[in-house]
T-cell receptor, first 113, second 112 residues
Framework: DADVTQTPRNRITKTGKRIMLECSQTKGHDRMYWYRQDPGLGLRLIYYSFDVKDINKGEISDGYSVSRQAQAKFSLSLESAIPNQTALYFC????????????FGPGTRLTVL | QQPVQSPQAVILREGEDAVINCSSSKALYSVHWYRQKHGEAPVFLMILLKGGEQMRHEKISASFNEKKQQSSLYLTASQLSYSGTYFCGTAYSGAGSYQLTFGKGTKLSVIP
């Protein structure tokens, strides 16, 4: 079984709809991250969380919100989706400390029409 | 600030070598390298810490030049399986040292 899972894997929605992307992990890691990937732009950090009570904005947090329901679960919400939020979204986890290797989920492809 | 990767793309024949560079304008704490194959998630290759040694993953190695704030990824005797997009992720000294900023990626294609 995958250590980091994301649901849904694909989603098509309309402008203005509220969307939630979910991430679960069985690695026991405290740190979780949400990135979006656009062609030619690399991975950009949206939000990150170092534990359940610690939520931080990343580089491109506008238009997004997150919830850390438990150590193992980190959700990303788009309150009112817009077409330029069409992208591939990745969740990642890391143990922390000096070796901050990140483990990525399989990704969610979101299309906003 | 996003690190700058070069080249943007490279095509190699099997057995050839390549170097991918990652440069930052800010003082680096660490540099991560990831590889992403088409349609898949990025996968960690190695991390280089400030003051640390050169690292190796199979026939791929990397170095970290603190003076130049630059890391280089060396792919030796490339194999078809090396094809993919390589990303460097940089962490900066200070409170955000565990937050990675990724470059735009270098697309590597290895052909027979």
């Amino acid at each position: 079984d995958a250590d980091v899972t994301q649901t849904p894997r694909n989603r098509i929605t309309k402008t203005g709809k509220r969307i939630m992307l979910e991430c679960s992990q069985t690695k026991g890691h405290d740190r979780m991250y949400w990135y979006r990937q656009d062609p030619g732009l690399g991975l950009r950090l949206i939000y990150y969380s170092f534990d359940v009570k610690d939520i931080n904005k990343g580089e491109i947090s506008d238009g997004y919100s997150v919830s850390r329901q438990a150590q193992a679960k980190f959700s990303l919400s788009l309150e009112s989706a817009i077409p330029n939020q069409t992208a591939l979204y990745f969740c990642a986890t890391s143990l922390g400390g000096g070796n901050n290797e990140q483990f990525f989920g399989p990704g969610t492809r979101l299309t906003v029409l | 600030q996003q690190p700058v990767q070069s080249p943007q793309a490279v095509i190699l024949r099997e057995g050839e070598d390549a170097v991918i560079n990652c440069s930052s304008s800010k003082a680096l704490y660490s540099v991560h390298w990831y590889r992403q194959k088409h349609g898949e998630a990025p996968v960690f290759l190695m991390i280089l810490l400030k003051g640390g040694e050169q690292m190796r993953h199979e026939k791929i190695s990397a170095s970290f030049n603190e003076k130049k704030q630059q890391s280089s990824l060396y792919l030796t005797a490339s194999q078809l399986s090396y094809s993919g997009t390589y990303f460097c992720g940089t962490a900066y000294s200070g409170a955000g040292s565990y937050q990675l900023t990724f470059g735009k990626g270098t697309k590597l294609s290895v052909i027979p």
